[in-house]
C-alpha cells in the first residue's frame, strides 16, 4: 500500500506548525495544499517542498488519491468544509474551536458517522510531551488522589510581534521600545489573522476564552473527565482603539460525580514582556493531589524557561523534568500523528467528534455563565443561535465604557 496523501485547506499562520507531523513518516504524506488565496497557496507549497497546489476544494475533494484534508481556516467554515469533506469520503481533521455552536458539531459528527470517515478536532495542548508526563506521574499516583487544578493564562504585549501595534502600546505605557534592550519576541501574525478573529459572527466568540480557550477547555476535560457545572465571570479589556478581548476573566468549573474543582484565571498586561517562539501567551497548570502537587510551568511560550516543563514536589522534596521535548511545536507533531494513526489503525482520535462537542459545550456554557450572572449546568445547557453575520465596523466598540 502506498503513503496515504493529505491536503492542508488553508495556509495560514497555524498551517506551517502541520508540516513537520509528516516529516519521517513511512505511511503518510504531505501532498498537497489548497488556499482561496491562490498566491498563498504556491507559497506554502513552494516553501515546504509540497507537490500540489489546488486550484478549488471540489478539485481537493474530487481527487481519488487523497485520503484526507486538515481543515485550517476561520471557524465560520469549519462545520460546511468538514461536511462537504466527509460527504466526498475523506477523512477529516479540523482546527479547534471545533464550530460556531452544538448544532454545527452535530452535522459534523452526522456526516461523518454516515460516510464512515474519520473525524479528528486538532487541538495541540492535549498532545504536548510535558502535558503526557504530568498525566502519566498522576495515573502512577505520585500525588495521590488528585484534589484539585488551577491553571493561569498571561497574554503580553510588550514588543510581541503578534501583539497588534505593540511597540505604539509599549510607548504608550511610557516604554520606549529601543530603550528597554529587549529582542522583539514572539512570531509575527498577519493583520488578516486577526481581522476575522475580532468579528465574532466568523470566530464564534471572542479571541481569548472562546477561541484560545478552546485548548484549555480540552486540557482540563481531557485531564479529569466531564464537566457538571461551570461558573464565569469574563470582562472586556481595550486592544487597541475601540477593540476589545474577552479578558480579564475567571472561570470555575466542578467535574461531574466528583468533589473537584478547577479554576482557570486569564490576565493580560500589556507592558509584560513574554518570552517565546510563538503566540506570546504563558500559561501555567498546578495539579494538587492528596500527597503532592504537579507544576506544568509552560505550553505556548516559554516565560519559565528556567524551570523544567513539569516539577513535582512530595515528601519535602522537589523533582525537576527536564529530559522531554517540550517546544509548543513538538504538540503538533504528535497531534498529527494521532490523526496518521487513526485513520491507520482504524481506532478514535484523542479529540474526537463527540469529544469536541463535549469541550464547546463547556466553552460555551462558560461564556453563557458570565452573561446570566449565574452558574450554568451542562446537562441544561441550551445551544447558541446561529448568528448573523456582522460587519467588522460594528464589532469595532467595546460594548461597554471603560475607564
Ligand atoms: N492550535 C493552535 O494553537 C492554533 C493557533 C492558531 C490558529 N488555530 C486555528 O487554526 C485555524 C486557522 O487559523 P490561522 O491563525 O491560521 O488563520 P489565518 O487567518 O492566519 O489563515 C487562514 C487561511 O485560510 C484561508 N481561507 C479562508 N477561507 C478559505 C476557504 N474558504 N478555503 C480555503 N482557504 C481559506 C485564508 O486565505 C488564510 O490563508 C483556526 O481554526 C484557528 O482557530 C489554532
Redesign the pocket.
Known sequence: MGKMKFVL???????T?HVAGYQNREDAELYGV????KQ??EK?AAAHHIPKVYAS?EEVLQDPQVTGVE?????H??RD?TVQACEAKKHVS????MALNLKECDDMIDAAKRNGVKLKV????VHYPPYLLLKELIAKGEIGEVQGIRYKMNNGGLLSCNAPASKLRAKGLGVKADECNLEPTGWK??T??????LNDSL?GGGPVVF??G??KFSLFVDLLGGVEKVAAWIDESKILGGVCQDCPAVIMWKYADKKLYGVWDITSSEGLYIKGK??TCDERMEVTGSRGILWLTRC?AEMLSEVAPVVLYKDGKTTQYWDIPHD?QD??IR?THDFIDCIKDNKEPVLSGERGREVLKFTLAAIDSSRLHREVKLDEYEDKPPMKKKSFIRLLLCKRKKK
Open positions: 485547506v488553508g495556509c495560514g499562520r497555524i498551517a506548525l489548497y488556499d482561496k488565496n498563498t497557496a506554502f476544494y481543515i485550517l481556516v476561520p471557524h467554515l469549519h468544509l479540523v482546527q479547534k474551536p486538532f487541538e495541540n495542548f501574525v498577519d488578516l489573522s486577526w481581522t476575522w478573529r470566530s477561541d484560545d478552546y485548548h510563538y503566540y505556548t509548543w504538540a503538533f497531534s
